[in-house]
């Protein structure tokens, strides 16, 4: 006897791979770096034990993002190339699921750090969540192109919590690298934006390059790291870091800026042809994670 075909209606059961896919892990990777880095540079020494749980529900927090932001995201995630084999859009995974998991990885994630850790993290933690959800996701995604730009301040929490972490409150250095990250995301993501276009445009999210265009957005790609090539720096003469961290962010910033230049006065408009917008889309990676790194070698030399 012949066996009976799958009906295409039926559900398939989603993997635990599935759930992990849920939380965005090279997004999540970036996040827990940019905590654990707040974490240790702060002035203050944390027991290893909490602050290994810190860094947890940080994970866990921007694990929770990403899954509600796939939740909310579904349709949009299926238009586009780059995300069409998420678990959702791909099916292998139904919609309440992933909301159940994203509200209870969050909700666990912002308790945790409340009672073991401090108030102050729990609230970070949490405004992170929310804002990433229902600011970036909710509202600004689909509306404006201004999304990156407003948005951006999603990404720049995990220091500020991990800084709050260790020592209860929030000082200038933390301040300085949100600022830091926040100029940082347009840049970012309008150069991997500028390669992808045609991903967002089939999607209808107005992205800047399909708004204003890839010669404006590769303009706003340049102006924008300006500002910040000079909060990345700011800490060293404002005394908060030593030269280690103040050499090392002024090069790697000067090499940033060469390579948002190079794109700012392209007229390349093929796709195919945007190796100078490839370049900076992986240098904008190794960039931050670099950065962070410095920020802690900094300290560790001083003390």
Known sequence: MASKALSPAAPIPAEWRDFVAL?????????????????????????????????????????????????????????????????????????????????????????????????????????SILFYVLIYTVWLKRRTPQNIVIGGAAGAFPVLIGWAAATGRLDTLPLLMFAFVFLWTPPHFWSLSLFIKSDYANAGVPMMPVVAGIPATRIQVMLYTVPMAIAAVMPWPLGLTGAIYGVGASVLSAIFLGLAVRVGLRRESDPSRMKPERQLFTYSMLYLFAMFGLMVADKMVIA
């Open 23 to 127: 939380t965005k892990p090279r997004v999540l990777s970036l996040v827990v770096f940019t905590g654990l880095c707040g974490l240790l540079a702060a002035p203050t020494t944390i027991n290893p034990v909490l602050g290994f749980t810190a860094v947890l529900c940080i994970a866990l927090g921007a694990g929770a993002a990403g899954a509600l932001n796939q939740w909310y995201e579904a349709d949009l995630d299926a238009n586009m190339r780059r995300t069409a084999n998420r678990p959702l859009p791909a099916g292998r995974m139904d919609r309440q699921s992933a909301l159940h998991f994203g509200v209870g990885l969050g909700s666990f994630s912002v308790i945790l750090m409340g009672l073991a850790i401090n108030v102050l993290a729990a609230a970070l933690l949490l405004g």
